[in-house]
């Protein structure tokens, strides 16, 4: 066999592998973003088989920009125990402000999602739900190949099931708008986030972290978009926070403490 009919057949033969092992699976966090990512690495530390799926080819969200393409980002000081749960290191700026590289940040939360057994692939959008009624639940997601939906063909999607599903796609919260737009049973729809209030923006979005209805979680700015919660900015500390909430309330709700 030449060596590119091999490439080819441990490619095919590997990825479908890995797609077979993943189709059921306890949680699907849509988005590799610092919520996405840090959700995953709490879930998996506690057994969970956890899948990220990312519409990009690349990590960390809104991370990579910076603070308008300043390669640097502000957490608080609370955030601390996560970063050393990661490796990431931090500068004690003052004012209860610690200062992180953008790459540093990005690179090392995936890289610790990953380690602590999380599948992350990239190049998918999740562009519907599954559910079911009596009661209304949510029991996974309608995957697609994103250069499939940018071509806009009408191709039919996969689904994947899944015990639990966060949406941690970010300031549109996709998941959550989807589902709220086809499912009204369900009883939300999403706000839209308000103009900058860091401060008030860092407690709120992590106080209201969570579930949404059964099986539908979210984290990160999906949060502010569903709650109409003000935007932070380039303060990354409520992202990590919120991402942690969400693995300990899902944890709490399906039953692995630890
Ligand atoms: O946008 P993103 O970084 O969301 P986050 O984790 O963090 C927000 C901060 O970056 C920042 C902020 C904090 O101060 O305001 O904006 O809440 O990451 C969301 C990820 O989800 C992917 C998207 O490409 C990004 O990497 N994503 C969005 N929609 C989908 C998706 C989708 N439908 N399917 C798959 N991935």
Known sequence: M???????RKIIEYASRDWLEYTNVDVVVVGAGPAGLTASKYLSDRGFKTLVLERRLSFGGGIGGGGMLFH????????K????????????AGGDLLVVDSAELMAK???GAIDSGARIIHGITVDDVVYRDNPHRITGVAIQWTPVIMSGLHVDPLFIYSRAVVDATGHD????????????????MPEGEKSAYAE????????????VVDGLY??????AALYGLPRMGPVFGGMLLSG???????SEELGMND
């Open 244 to 250: 942690k909430r969400v693995a300990d309330v899902i």
């Open 2 to 8: 030449e060596l590119e009919e091999k490439i080819t």
């Open 218 to 223: 979210v984290a990160g700015m999906a949060v």
């Open 109 to 111: 939360l995936a890289a």
């Open 173 to 188: 919260a996709e998941v959550l708008t989807v589902a709220a737009r086809k499912i009204p049973e369900l009883g939300f």
């Open 81 to 92: 125990p996560i970063l050393e749960d990661f490796g990431i290191r931090y500068v004690e």
């Open 200 to 211: 008030s923006a860092e407690e709120l979005v992590v106080e209201r972290t969570g579930k």
């Open 72 to 79: 640097r980002l502000v957490v608080e000081e609370r955030v």
